[in-house]
């Protein structure tokens, strides 16, 4: 008798969610679903995507580690993206030719009015401390947050088998997505247990209301997780520069060090895309290498 061949039968669709088939991708690797909902703290609608590795197999139990990121169009498809690629298909491709485990990605599109998404994901603390007009008026990052642990992470661990445990479970996103990434990470320390933070704003606000923040939160290595704190520091980038030397700085008198946090510095980078995608290797890295077996 023959050898049996097993077919990896890709679905086109897995719950609300329907297989993305572009006219021009750019994406090298995995497979790609979305769903167009009405969000709670939103009024328009918009797009949850769902990237799952190219070795996924439908028929098979194994359970993946998931990180959650804003700005869901920019992750994998410069066809989709809004501000640029951070080709997180390549990377995680090569880190797993590396021998690393491979995530799921599951991200949330913003919206297209800037002030909205500043709004969307910045912690919900009156931003009283930056006088420039495209500060953030009406904070709501806690209900951005609360959407994705209270009814998101549910449905995607109904859907596709996916490792729960906080360990496996991580936040991420750039800018704004980079600020929302650290809040969500402090807030909800039972489900997240890393922080992926790029480029976050933390120029909103003072010295003194970063100390308040972390002094709420009480964030260490054994209740809270690992973090990736990323910043550039040129041109566009250097404003940012200095308060994420500053929350490094904090976080270190709370116990993080080496093993438990990354601090990532490019004094060449700029504010984008590609340099996020150049630094997002050694950051998933960090994650992913560190999750316990189950």
Known sequence: MGRTVKINIIP???????????????MEYGFYYEWKTTLPFASDERMIRVWLPGTYDFSDPKRYP??????GQNLVDEELTAYGDWHLDRVIRDLMQEGYPEPILVGIDCPKDPQQRMDELNPPYPVKYFRRKEKP???IGDQFINYIVDELKPMI??????????????????SMGGIMAFYGFLAYPNTFGYSHSFSPPFFFYSKRFLRKLLHIHQPN??????????????????????????????LEKYGYGTGTMEFDYDKQAIHH??????????ALRFWLGNIPKE
């Open 12 to 26: 086109e669709e897995i719950g609300p969610f329907v297989r993305h088939h572009g006219e021009n991708p750019t």
């Open 66 to 71: 998931v990180l959650y990121m804003a700005d």
């Open 137 to 139: 008026k009406h904070p």
């Open 157 to 174: 661990d109904s859907l596709f088998p996916t490792d729960p445990r906080k360990e496996a479970t991580g936040i991420g996103g750039s």
């Open 221 to 250: 290595p054994e209740t809270h997780g690992r973090v990736y704190l990323y910043v550039g520091g040129t041109k566009n980038e250097r404003r940012f520069t200095r308060k994420v030397f500053y929350m490094r700085d904090l």
């Open 273 to 282: 895309e590609e340099w996020w995608y150049k630094h997002s290797y050694p």
